[in-house]
Protein backbone atom coordinates (compact mmCIF):
# COMPACT_ATOMS: atom_id res chain seq x y z
CA UNK A 1 0.00 0.00 0.00
CA UNK A 2 1.40 3.11 -1.15
CA UNK A 3 0.65 6.59 1.32
CA UNK A 4 0.10 9.48 -1.15
CA UNK A 5 2.12 12.79 0.24
CA UNK A 6 0.03 15.25 1.65
CA UNK A 7 -1.02 18.12 0.00
CA UNK A 8 0.42 21.77 0.39
CA UNK A 9 -2.95 24.06 0.41
CA UNK A 10 -2.96 25.98 -2.55
CA UNK A 11 -4.10 29.94 -1.90
CA UNK A 12 -7.11 30.43 -3.55
CA UNK A 13 -7.58 34.17 -3.26
CA UNK A 14 -5.71 36.84 -5.17
CA UNK A 15 -5.07 38.24 -1.57
CA UNK A 16 -3.53 35.07 -0.63
CA UNK A 17 -1.61 34.71 -3.62
CA UNK A 18 0.07 38.02 -3.46
CA UNK A 19 1.01 37.13 0.29
CA UNK A 20 3.01 33.76 -0.52
CA UNK A 21 4.87 35.89 -3.66
CA UNK A 22 5.91 38.43 -1.39
CA UNK A 23 7.05 35.78 1.37
CA UNK A 24 8.95 33.97 -1.46
CA UNK A 25 10.44 37.31 -2.66
CA UNK A 26 11.07 38.14 1.01
CA UNK A 27 12.89 34.87 1.21
CA UNK A 28 14.95 35.03 -1.97
CA UNK A 29 16.09 38.82 -1.32
CA UNK A 30 17.44 37.72 2.28
CA UNK A 31 19.29 34.57 0.59
CA UNK A 32 20.88 36.88 -1.51
CA UNK A 33 21.76 39.55 0.72
CA UNK A 34 19.65 42.30 -0.43
CA UNK A 35 17.99 44.57 1.52
CA UNK A 36 14.43 45.84 1.16
CA UNK A 37 13.05 49.37 2.05
CA UNK A 38 10.43 51.14 1.57
CA UNK A 39 11.08 54.99 2.00
CA UNK A 40 8.53 57.15 2.42
CA UNK A 41 8.83 60.67 0.43
CA UNK A 42 7.65 63.72 -0.62
CA UNK A 43 6.16 64.05 -3.99
CA UNK A 44 8.96 66.47 -5.56
CA UNK A 45 11.76 63.83 -3.94
CA UNK A 46 10.14 61.09 -5.86
CA UNK A 47 9.96 63.41 -9.12
CA UNK A 48 13.12 63.84 -8.48
CA UNK A 49 14.53 60.35 -8.19
CA UNK A 50 12.02 59.78 -11.34
CA UNK A 51 14.34 62.07 -13.70
CA UNK A 52 17.79 61.19 -11.95
CA UNK A 53 16.22 57.57 -13.31
CA UNK A 54 15.79 58.71 -16.69
CA UNK A 55 18.60 61.10 -16.95
CA UNK A 56 21.09 57.97 -16.27
CA UNK A 57 18.83 55.07 -18.02
CA UNK A 58 18.54 53.05 -15.06
CA UNK A 59 15.50 50.83 -14.66
CA UNK A 60 13.98 51.87 -11.28
CA UNK A 61 13.70 54.35 -8.45
CA UNK A 62 15.73 51.89 -6.66
CA UNK A 63 18.43 51.56 -9.13
CA UNK A 64 18.49 55.64 -8.54
CA UNK A 65 18.75 54.91 -4.75
CA UNK A 66 22.00 53.07 -4.78
CA UNK A 67 23.77 54.94 -7.45
CA UNK A 68 22.89 58.29 -5.58
CA UNK A 69 24.36 56.47 -2.38
CA UNK A 70 27.47 55.05 -3.96
CA UNK A 71 28.34 58.55 -5.00
CA UNK A 72 27.55 60.13 -1.67
CA UNK A 73 29.63 57.11 0.09
CA UNK A 74 32.52 57.41 -2.55
CA UNK A 75 32.10 53.67 -4.18
CA UNK A 76 31.02 55.89 -7.31
CA UNK A 77 32.96 58.41 -8.29
CA UNK A 78 30.27 60.05 -11.00
CA UNK A 79 30.80 56.82 -13.29
CA UNK A 80 27.62 56.35 -15.84
Same mark, same amino acid.
Given at each position: M??K ?11 ? !? @? #? ?11 ? =??? =? ?12 ? !?? #?? #????? @? ?5 ? @?? &????? !? =?? &?? &????
Amino acid at each position: MTTKPKATPVPTTRKD !L @L #RVYKQEQRDRDAA =SGI =SVIQPRVQPETKQF !LE #RY #RVEHG @LNSIGAA @LD &KIAAF !L =SG &KD &KGRK
